[in-house]
C-alpha cells in the first residue's frame, strides 16, 4: 500500500469514528476524548524534547491540559459565569508559577531555561491551540452531558477537518507530481510552492463543496460564498504553517515523526499539526464576523 493510499484509509478511519463519536456520543465523552488527544500529542511533543535531550515537566503540561479543555467544557456546558473567559488564563498563570516553582530544587539541571520555557511551550502550541476545537464544538449550542454536541459545533468541527486534511492530500498529490520549487528545503525538503497551491486550491474546492452542501447554514452560523472562498485560503494557509512548524521541530529532534499511533501518518501530533492553527483561526472568524 503507497503512502497516500495509507494516509487516505487512516483519515477515512479517523472520520467515520469521528462522525459516530460526534454524532451519538454524550458531551461528557467528547470531552474526556478531547483531553485524551491532547494528552496524548503533548507527550508526543515532550517525546520530541526527549530526543534533544531538554528535560520538561510533562505531568504539568499533562495536568495544565486537562484542565483547560475541561474547564472550557464545564464554562460552555454548565454555563458556569466563574470560569467563563477567564479559566484558560487562571490555568496558565498556575502552570507558570508551578514551573518555576518545581525548578527551584533541580540542582543536576544544567538546562534550566530551556526546561522551564520548554514545557510551557509545549502547553501554548498543543493544548491551548487544540482546546479551540473544545470552543467551536460547544460555543454556540450548549447540549447538557448526557446529550451529543449541536448541529453548529459538529458542521464547523466537520468543516475544519475537511477543508485542512484535502489541503494536506492535495499538497502531497500534487507536490509529488508537479513539485519542483522548494518552499522551505532547510525545514522540509520535501514541500515545495507547486504542491503549496495545489493544496490552497484542493481546500478552497472543499470548503465550497461543503458550503453548497449545507446551503451556507452551519447549525445557527450562516455563512456567504465569500466567507467560503476566504476561510477556504485562510484555513490551507494556517494549515501550511502548523504543518511546517511540527517539521521544524521534527527537524530539530532529527526525527521523522512524532509517534506511530496512525499508520500512514505517524503520531497524534502528526495528525494534529495542521489543524492546531486553523482551529483557532477559524474560531476567531466565526465570533468576530459571523455570530450574532
Known sequence: MTALAKRIA?????????LLVANWGPSLSICA????????????????LDAMEIPSFRIMGVVASILMITGTWLSLTFKTAVLAGEHELIILFVTIIAILIRQFPQKNNDQPLATMACTLFGILYVPFLFN???????TWESPSWINPIGSTGLLLVFYLIAVVKFTDIGAFVIGSRLGRHKLF??????????????GVAAGLLVSLCVYFTVGGRFGVITMQIYDAIILGIILPVM?????LTESMLK??????????????????????????????????????????
Do not use: H, N
Open 185 to 198: 528545503p532547510r525545514i522540509s525538503p520535501s514541500k515545495t510552492w507547486e504542491g503549496f497551491f495545489g
Open 10 to 18: 487512516s483519515g477515512l478511519c479517523l472520520g467515520a469514528a469521528f
Open 251 to 292: 527537524r530539530a529532534a532529527k526525527s521523522k515523526d512524532a509517534g506511530q499511533l496512525v499508520p500512514g501518518m505517524g503520531g497524534a501530533l502528526d495528525v494534529l499539526d495542521s489543524l492546531l492553527f486553523g482551529a483557532p483561526a477559524l474560531y476567531m472568524y466565526v465570533k468576530i464576523l459571523l455570530a450574532v
Open 33 to 48: 476524548l478531547l483531553c485524551a488527544i491532547a494528552t496524548i500529542a503533548l507527550l508526543e511533543f515532550y517525546k520530541l
Open 239 to 243: 494549515g501550511t504553517v502548523g504543518d
Open 132 to 138: 479551540y476545537f473544545t470552543k467551536l464544538a460547544f
